[in-house]
């Protein structure tokens, strides 16, 4: 419980060393100089600069000797305020030992840092596009993109299912259709979806809402399917018509499934919004990874890959706070 | 006088009753001849698959199996009529065809051959005035408070604003789950949640109450204080009840007349007339008695 305490403490810290240290010049900060007047990379990465004691702006020894402390205070039985709920403490733990091995790793010039850009250059190239605005752009085109495939998704979605799940023959018709597009992944559609829509957000929208509207689709359908026949006498038995079995009880009843299927439906149009930007489009985080790739500039992929999981992380906890508050009843 | 009052027996009458509450107890009055439901020979039978004629398999076929369709009787040439503001139990062993009866009063089914009228039309259908409540506690709407369960009838019928509001809360008194009107099922145990569903029956004032094994799943001291509920129900609400268990007690304990089944196909086996003023006295010579002619009529 203590050694996780003194990790969590030790990864709290690194985090405050990354968000204080200052930018490095080549990412928009201010030069800094030595006393020689020569310039310092404030960030001092190991694969443009051999290790020295006097580099004190590098948040790597920054943290190391933070941590050394930290370990010191362990062995002398220090007690550490109790803070932090202990589920925070565990993962932060986990990310945290990720984080420190990988930046060791490449620090002690075990992998080329080309090949794994070691957090502390990630975070860095991330502040400096971040300060260019650079980022922000990328950021609100994805955005922007998966959302009005994402809402067109549901507004497809629930409904169809909801008629497929009530009319038999309408079913009929439609089910063999559907499943002969569902199996083809979204993103073979790429090609076509130039041709016909041309270069831009149309065919990236349209292969994300290919690709979220079917887990809409068949929860939709599978819960609405699932409303329990008892419920639906009941409610005809309260004097309820055709439309009140539609509106009060099959919708309510099959709200949480067709809501797993809306989350499930926004990470697979995640996943295809980053294929589809790979080709289609000028911006967005996927055409800046691909750009960075081109140029190899690899911490900037591997920034790009961050940002896409933050946000991922961000809406998909959006999404179920929302679900949670919706459906206070389960 | 009283005769008078229940002469202009309407909703409106009925909803007057229920909101004086209990304070209408002993108003009630039983019309003899003046029925509610007439059963006339009902018969109902399910289209079963079985392998050999008699012990039912399934209900659907498989394409290379063996099962042939055949017939299974649930009940057979039924004829009973229910007075208005009569208290009726059906009684039989399991599967004996008891809820398919109700389900047919209800309107969910209908009779294979026979006649079942409500207040002398054919049943159609399910209709308001014919509440039923259910043999699970599932049927309470899980995603509605106990207010927007209980509230939903008259929703449903167009009563609105204050009128709704109070009549919810009169409800909700009568069923004693004051204080829980925010809460949802989840939050409830059995015993709250048969009350739910009762109250969500009785609070559009059904002319006939329509209950299916409703306290079958509780331990007995909920399920006395339960019994207590609906008689103090019927009393201040001029309606019918219907109610089904396999409970011979509850049945002596509850009803003016207990009809009881055979086994399937469910036939009216006899039908017993209690003559006993409520509440009753469980362990009375009288009570014990009725008891036991319903327990040897099962048993045999
Ligand atoms: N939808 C159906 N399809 C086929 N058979 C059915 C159907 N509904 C009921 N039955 C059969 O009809 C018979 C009577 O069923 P019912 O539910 O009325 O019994 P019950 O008297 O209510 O029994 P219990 O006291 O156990 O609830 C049973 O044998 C059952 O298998
Ligand atoms: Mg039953």
Redo the contacts with the bound molecule.
């Keep these: 419980m203590e050694l996780r305490k003194t990790i969590f403490v030790l990864v709290l810290l690194m985090a405050l060393g990354f968000l204080t240290a200052p930018l490095p010049a080549a990412y928009g900060g201010e030069q800094v100089y030595d006393q020689k007047g020569g310039p310092v990379d404030t960030w001092n990465r190991p694969m443009e600069k051999e290790f020295k004691v006097g580099d004190v702006y590098s948040p790597v020894h920054f943290m190391i000797g933070i941590a050394v402390a930290i370990l010191v205070l362990h062995l002398l039985k220090f007690k550490f305020p109790k803070v932090v709920p202990v589920v925070l403490v565990r993962a932060l733990t986990s990310v945290g030992i990720l984080l420190i091995s990988w930046e060791l790793i490449v620090y002690l010039h075990w992998v080329r840092s080309v090949l794994l850009p070691p957090p502390t250059t990630v975070i860095a190239k991330l502040q400096g596009h971040w300060a260019k605005h650079y980022l922000q752009i990328h950021i609100l085109a994805s955005v922007q993109r998966l959302f009005t495939a994402f809402f067109l998704a549901i507004l497809t979605g629930v409904p169809l299912g909801f008629l497929i799940a009530n009319f038999r023959r309408f079913s009929d018709y439609v089910d063999p259709l559907l499943n002969l597009i569902r199996v083809i992944p979204p993103p073979a559609w790429l090609p076509f979806a130039i041709l016909w829509f041309g270069i831009g957000n149309p065919p990236a929208i349209y292969i994300i809402w290919l690709g979220s509207f079917f887990p809409i689709l068949l929860n939709t359908i599978r819960g609405i399917r699932n409303t329990q026949q008892i419920h639906i006498e009941s409610i005809v038995n309260l004097g309820g018509k055709r439309m009140d079995v539609y509106w009060r009880v099959m919708l309510p009843s099959a709200f949480p499934t067709i809501f797993t299927g809306i989350r499930i439906g926004f990470g697979i149009g995640w996943v295809c919004l980053v294929t589809a930007e790979l080709v289609a489009v000028d911006a967005g985080l996927g055409w800046m990874i691909e750009d960075a790739r081109n140029l190899l500039d690899t911490p900037t992929v591997l920034g790009g890959m961050v940002v896409i999981c933050i946000l991922g992380i961000f809406f998909d906890t959006i999404l179920r706070k929302t679900e949670q508050s919706i459906v206070r009843w389960q | 006088m009283m005769r008078a009052s229940v002469e202009r027996n309407t909703a409106l009458q009925r909803a007057d009753n229920f909101a004086a509450g209990v304070s209408a107890a002993g108003t009630k009055t039983i019309q003899n001849g003046r029925h509610v439901i007439e059963i006339e020979n009902v018969s109902k039978s399910?289209f079963?698959y079985s392998s050999n004629g008699e012990t039912?398999i399934t209900?659907k076929k498989r394409f290379f199996s063996r099962k042939k369709p055949c017939e299974?009787v649930?009940l057979k040439d039924v004829t009973l009529s229910i007075d208005h503001g009569e208290f009726v139990s059906f009684l039989?062993p399991?599967?004996?065809?008891?809820?398919?009866l109700l389900r047919i009063l209800a309107g969910f089914e209908y009779p294979s051959s026979g006649n079942v009228k409500c207040k002398g039309e054919c049943i159609q259908g399910p209709h308001p005035q014919r509440a039923m409540v259910f043999?699970s506690e599932r049927a309470v709407f899980p995603w509605l408070t106990v207010e927007g369960n209980i509230s939903l009838g008259p929703r449903l019928q167009g009563t609105e604003g204050e009128v709704r509001k109070e009549r919810v809360a009169k409800t909700i008194e009568l069923i004693e789950l004051k204080g829980f009107e925010k809460a949802y099922p989840k939050t409830l145990s059995g015993g709250m949640l048969q009350r739910v569903a009762v109250g969500r029956a009785i609070v559009n004032h059904p002319e006939l109450l329509l209950m299916d094994?409703p306290f079958g799943a509780l331990d007995a001291q909920t399920r006395n204080n339960l019994q207590d509920h609906v008689i103090r129900i019927w009393q201040s609400i001029d309606q019918s009840i219907v109610f089904?268990t396999?409970d011979i007690e509850e049945a002596a304990y509850l009803s003016n007349r207990v009809i009881v089944f055979t086994a399937?196909p469910g036939r009216i086996r006899e039908v017993v007339t209690i003559n006993l003023p409520h509440p009753r006295e469980r362990t009375s010579p009288e009570f014990l008695e009725y008891r036991n002619h319903l327990a040897d009529l099962i048993r045999h």
């Design positions: 399910f079963v039912v209900e299974l649930a039989g399991s599967g004996c065809g008891k809820s398919t043999q094994e089904v396999h399937r």
